[in-house]
């Protein structure tokens, strides 16, 4: 069965087909037309396969130019996004005066006049970079560091989210917290083993006390 990915090449060549047809048709009926008006026949038979030409030196020169960018940067920025989260969290806190978010079911309490549902999301992923420094990692096993950086400063972030979700909601505090974790992969067979990026999604109870 084709992948979803293979489905839209073959639309996508048959349509480059269809109106490189079109054109070529065009430029037989006007051939009569003079000279200026085969030649922009021409190019308009052949603008499809310029635009994709085009497409493909620009990707060839600016992928390089953002491998490079990831292995300078990537990990600088994914520890200044987590310090970020912390810095929040704790303003958080101290305009609390608490931690809002709690394990637990809140059943020590009875003086609740209302509850509701809380959550907060975000998908993050490895840059290329990482996802190389990351293949090599598995050839011998171990903790793969470039993935766990990703994965603490997202949930980090997500779990920072909920509690400014929280407290926008005006919600005393948040119970029984959960957080899960998804992995988003591509659809194409070839790379249906490899992880692009990763969902987490954090939820829990809004409390709010007499």
Request: a negative charge; hydrophobic letters at 45%.
């Amino acid at each position: 069965m084709d992948s979803p990915d293979n489905r839209i090449g073959i639309v996508a060549v048959v349509s480059l087909l269809m109106l490189s047809s079109f054109s070529i048709v065009a430029v037989a009926q006007n051939s009569d037309a003079g000279e200026g008006s085969i030649a922009w026949g021409l190019i308009l038979c052949l603008l499809p396969f310029m635009i994709l030409a085009l497409f493909g030196i620009l990707w060839s020169l600016a992928y390089p130019a953002l491998f490079i960018w990831g292995a300078a940067f990537s990990s600088g920025d994914v520890e200044k996004s987590h310090q970020d989260a912390i810095s929040r969290r704790m303003v958080s806190r101290e305009k609390a005066g608490k931690e809002i978010l709690n394990t637990i079911n809140g059943g020590y309490r009875g003086d609740v006049s209302s509850s509701g549902l809380v959550h907060a999301n975000g998908v993050f992923g490895p840059s290329h970079w990482q996802l190389l420094i990351a293949f090599f990692n598995n050839l011998v096993g171990g903790s793969v560091t470039s993935f766990q950086q990703v994965i603490s400063a997202g949930r980090a972030e997500v779990m920072q989210r909920l509690r400014e979700q929280a407290e926008a909601q005006g919600w005393d505090e948040v119970i029984n917290v959960r957080i899960d974790t998804s992995s988003m992969t591509p659809q194409s067979q070839n790379n249906k083993n490899t992880v692009r990026g990763v969902e987490i999604f954090a939820y829990g109870t809004g409390i709010r006390y007499d």
